[in-house]
């Protein structure tokens, strides 16, 4: 299985001030071709640390792919990196230095003198054309390996690697196939589910499972190589198959579905509908379940009862219950949902409390303690949970559990 691994050189990229899109962007282009990238590293404006990365992604990979670092400034460093790893001496192209200064000539400009290093290669490597700028790329085949040095600027980078390097590789990597399935989990840790794994998470294992997190949905990528398309598809059907018998009811989804599409596709192939009424999370529930195409089919109404002199108003709770229990509990949290069912009249209807912080904590009511009840024709359950980190991550950790246990309930729907 041919691999690669990317080095993004430029201290531009370790200062916070830009975002490494090139990364991502060479990395789906690879997937697409089956190639998997195995790493990616970020390198400073320093010919020692750019050629201890090209070492080191030599080590890990079959494809080593660069950007940035050929411009013609004295930080621009890719070109003498390069000829130092391949033991070769930077060479005059003049093919090259006529069409850079053509690139200027078009331009009704002069050539800056600084230009002019751009036409300098390792001896025995290959220039790529660069049809935006000036900078051309380098490639070098060294010990079976393949080697580009594209520029940084992500336009430049993209048509190269669109017109020269990817038809280059697309032969190179010729006869793997690389199968990739997504499955969508909440309700627990990456811890737990990891441990529910075991060895079906080892680093040497075909498939393999990769696990990523965000709010506590956690996304598990089974990816399966062979050499032909049928045995790769086999492959991660076992393995979907096997971690759905694993993980059961914590898998809700596959591909890019979220939580929400997954609740409304369930309540409207059951014809059911859901009213919300919300306080700490001030309409996040409501937001994510409109940002789905179609949530009118089941999502009939939405309160924002931030107050206690709304929820009183506007849904019927009790101001007796608010003022002996708060507005943070579970008997308040109670009374909104069935007071949302009562008025909406629809199937379901949810209610989340809570305190998002970080100011209005007590000792009893910690920041993050939030309550979420799901009321129904049959029955009522609340729930309360402690959630930890920010205001935005624990009112979004809410209203995505909210979303979850309502899926659980659907469950249950003949």
Not at 207 to 221: A, F, H, K, M, R
Not at 306 to 329: C, D, F, H, M, R
């Amino acid at each position: 299985m041919k691999k690669a691994s990317i080095i993004s050189i430029g201290n531009e990229l370790l200062i916070g001030k830009m975002a490494d899109t090139n990364a991502v962007h060479i990395s789906g282009k690879l997937l697409s071709l089956n190639i998997p990238v195995v790493s990616i590293h970020t390198v400073p404006d320093e010919i020692v640390s750019i050629v201890r990365a090209i070492k080191l992604a030599a080590e890990e990979a079959d494809i080593i792919l660069t950007t940035g670092g050929l411009g013609p400034t004295d930080d621009d460093l890719t070109r003498p990196a390069f000829a130092k790893f391949l033991n070769a001496e930077l060479v005059l192209q003049n093919d090259l230095l006529q069409k850079i200064k053509g690139f200027f000539t078009k331009r009704n400009v002069p050539m800056p003198e600084n230009n002019k290093i751009q036409a300098y290669i390792p001896a025995g490597t290959k220039a790529i054309t660069n049809n935006l700028g000036t900078a051309p790329g380098i490639m070098a085949d060294f010990n079976g390996k393949l080697f580009f040095a594209m520029p940084g600027v992500p336009a430049e980078m993209k048509k190269m690697l669109e017109e020269s390097v990817l038809p280059l590789l697309e032969k190179f990597a010729e006869g793997q196939i690389i199968e990739i399935r997504k499955l969508k989990c909440f309700g627990a840790g990456e811890s737990t589910v990891a441990e529910m794994l075991g060895n079906l998470m080892q680093r040497s294992r075909n498939p393999l499972i990769n696990c990523t997190v965000e709010y506590g949905d956690i996304t598990l990528y089974i990816v399966a190589s062979a050499k032909d398309k049928e045995r790769a598809i086999k492959l991660a059907h076992q393995d979907e198959k096997l971690l759905r018998s694993i993980l059961g009811d914590l898998v809700y989804g596959t591909g890019e579905q979220t939580l929400a599409e997954v609740v409304g596709e369930r309540l409207a192939l059951y014809q059911k509908t859901l009213a919300i009424a919300e306080s700490c999370t001030g309409g996040m529930l409501a937001e994510l379940l409109t940002d789905v195409s179609g949530a009118s089919r089941y999502f009939t109404h939405g309160w924002v009862t931030y107050s206690n002199e709304a929820k009183i108003t506007e849904l019927g709770v009790p101001a007796a219950l608010i003022e002996k229990y708060g507005a943070v509990s579970s008997q308040v949290a109670e009374a909104m949902a069935k007071c949302a069912g009562e008025r909406s009249k629809a199937d379901f209807a949810v209610a989340i409390t809570g305190i998002a912080g970080p100011t209005g904590p007590t000792e009893q009511k910690p920041v993050g303690l939030v309550y979420i009840s799901i009321s129904s024709q049959m029955e009522c359950e609340t729930k309360q949970f402690i959630f930890a980190h920010d205001r935005k991550l624990i009112r979004l950790r809410a209203a995505l559990t909210a979303l979850n246990i309502l899926r659980l309930h659907l469950l249950k729907v003949d």
